[in-house]
């Protein structure tokens, strides 16, 4: 493989463009020519806006390089539930096939200002339910390292395209575990950051606490720098904050393990299949044995599960119910579930739910105290054939409903902590395994520091993209 810009780290691409050894128009070039070799077979960016791009690029390369922001030109795509504006925008939904918004998401705003280049929207499944990246709309995105299998969810399409190549960084999003199962099945990072450090919005419940944005890369490198970039204040958004004076990315140049660890396979309440444990287990001895010191212990987080279904609920019923109303024959069933899950919900159940939330969060924040992290499998299975809506059996165990599979991932979602996934090895079909780090609220830097240092000693991170495989 030669050197092309598309082959380049995010940090390297953005390195070259401020010292002017490469423009943004050259970068989109580059991207566009691997979107055209590599989307046909994989189907992660199913929206281009190349036009849109070239024009943005133009008005980057008018100004001086110190003043094109901290991505300098660099190509990003957006998930497709994320609203770009003059681009059409779907959320996976035959709903809204159509719908073309006339102003951006706040996120997008964000990344715009530092001189990111929106070039593509990124698949999604309908309204991010689900972490099978398939919808009516544009079909199924299709796992790189096994044609036949999926990509994870919901940011599937984003994860597809940085693996392969189609992107430098992408942007997406976490509910349950929606950055973090595409990164472990794709064989990249994805980081959830803690509510409030990345702008939301706009939303009809800007309140919420469940739903993030965040970054996902090839490398823990790539994914602190643009975390800097999407991080900052935004008074629109309630939960925002002012940003400190620390650079997420030098803090990942700088990795350090913690002073100890806790680790647990299931976190009390997961079922996870023989060869993810086998290749986590692998994974906790190179840690260990290059000097981490890892007990086995998680916090009770038992009612992690009945708050996380109760507000997942509720929120679906907040912000979809119009869709319901006006759509129902044209949404999937587990969108129709959740919504009217919700619609059924008393007052008394919500306060239920959140006194959970209370309670699991003071006791992850007791034991972070404690253990300054927790590492945990990113998703208990590995990536499964593609046909499948959803998964329904883990070690032999049937499951219940269709989100019994995600717990690993919302059962960190309703601690609000960050957390971030890293490839830490293959099982023995060679599919990818994914570690998942758990980090204290607004503790973004130095778990991006433990996450580096795991990153080196594990060696499992992509040095180049892949081309999409027909068999793993």
Partial sequence: MTDTPWTWTAVAAVERLKRGETTPRELLASMRQRVEAVDPMVNALPTLCFDRAERFAERLEALPVADRGRFAGLPWPIKDSTAVSGVRTTWGSLAYADHVPETSDYVVEAIEAEGGVVFAKSNTPEFEAGANTFNEVFGRTLNPWDLSRSAGGSSGGAAVAVATGMAFLAQGSDFACSLRYPAAFCNVVGMRPTPGVVPQGPSALPGQVLSVMGPLARNVEDVALALDGMARFDARDPLSR?????????????????????????????????????????????????????????????????????????????????????????????????????????????????????????????????????????????????????????DGQRLATYLDWLVLGYAITVCGCPAISIPCGRTSTGLPVGLQLVGKPHGEAELLRTAAWCEGVLGQSLARPIDPMEHA
Avoid at 250 to 275: E, H, I, K, N, Y
Avoid at 306 to 314: E, G, K
Avoid at 331 to 347: C, D, H, Q, R, Y
């Fill in 242 to 394: 002012p940003c400190g004076a620390t650079s997420y990315l030098a803090a990942a140049q700088a990795p350090r393990p913690p002073a100890r660890a806790a680790f647990s396979m299931t976190l009390g309440m997961a079922a996870v299949d023989r060869p993810v444990r086998e290749a986590m287990g692998q994974a906790l001895d190179r840690l260990a044995s290059s000097g981490l010191r890892v007990d086995e212990a998680c916090p009770d987080l038992a009612a992690s599960d009945p708050a996380f279904r109760t507000m997942r609920a509720f929120q679906f019923a907040a912000l979809r119910r119009g869709a319901l109303e006006r759509h129902g024959d044209k949404l999937k069933p587990e969108v129709i579930w959740n919504i009217e899950e919700g619609l059924k919900l008393t007052a008394l159940e919500l306060a239920g739910a959140e006194a959970d939330r209370a309670r699991v969060r003071l006791a992850m924040l007791e034991f972070l105290d404690r253990y300054g992290v927790l590492i945990t499998p990113t998703a208990p299975v590995e990536p499964f054939p593609v046909e499948q809506r959803y998964v329904e059996h883990i």
